[in-house]
């Protein structure tokens, strides 16, 4: 029996203004699997990211239930969210947001050290996933070193650092050209199936979107799954 990771129910988020109120999100329910990979597609301002960041604990939602890894995130406090953030997700934006004084090895150690853990152990884990994403090679190269597939193939290295259950991709390949954008993607899945992540990627790439076990697409404030 799968185990369900994610579980949205009921979840409204509105933007308001003095001229007119947005419906962002209407009342959406849905249900991840542990280990899936999920693509959510959708035009833009469709709410796409606001979903994402409300799974990520960045955003709140009017109301509804969220819960991933067993954290009822809706309910959460700012310092747990704070923990839940370091502990249970890891992001990858369509930046790169790597700290340039930095190198990739240094990069994607980084928030395992914050978090606890041993500089060695942070080390090697840190040169196993570069190694997944074939950086090896360049570990000791600074980011303004590295092309823009190289530093998105860093960035996905970083969010798996911290073992979190889950995974959010915000357009990972957004600023790549096709070539580097299909590699990316590649890397991207395969190193969430080898690290057994659950993968939920925002995406305009319908070549990104298609490598995905479930699709969705978010129209008009309700995400619908795309049957194959």
């Known amino acids: 029996m799968e185990e369900i990771i994610v579980k949205v129910h009921d979840l409204v988020k509105d933007y308001s203004s ?3 109120t947005l419906h962002i999100l209407r009342g959406l329910n849905f249900n991840i699997a542990q280990g899936s990979s999920v693509s959510i597609a959708g035009s833009s301002g469709s ?11 960045l955003d709140r939602a009017d109301s ?3 819960v991933v890894d067993d954290n009822r995130i809706d309910k959460l406090t700012e310092k747990h969210l704070t923990r839940y ?42 040169r196993a996933l570069l190694a997944d994403v074939n950086m090896e090679n360049r570990a000791d190269h600074l980011p303004q070193q590295l092309s823009g597939g190289e530093r998105q193939r860093v960035a996905v290295a970083r969010s798996i650092v911290n073992d979190p259950a889950v995974i959010l991709a915000d357009e990972p390949t957004g600023n790549l050209d096709k070539e580097n954008s299909a590699l990316v993607a590649g890397i991207l899945y395969d ?20 490598r995905a ?13 795309l049957k194959n």
Not at 47 to 57: E, F, M
Not at 91 to 109: G, K, P, R, S
Not at 213 to 225: K, N, P, Q
Request: charged share 25%; hydrophobic share 45%.
């Open 85 to 126: 953030r370091r502990k249970s997700v890891g992001f990858i934006f369509q930046f790169h947001y790597l700290l340039n004084d930095f190198t990739a090895l240094e990069n994607v150690m980084l928030p395992a050290y914050i978090s606890g853990a041993s500089k060695k152990a942070a080390l090697e884990k840190a």
């Open 64 to 66: 509804g239930e969220v």
């Open 191 to 210: 190193a969430a199936e080898k690290w057994g992540k659950t993968l939920i990627v925002v995406t305009h790439d319908e070549n990104v979107a298609a």
């Open 213 to 225: 076990l479930r699709r969705y697409i978010l129209a008009d404030g309700i995400l619908s799954e």
């Open 18 to 20: 003095s001229a007119e």
């Open 47 to 57: 709410g796409k990211s606001t979903l994402l960041n409300i799974l990520g604990g």
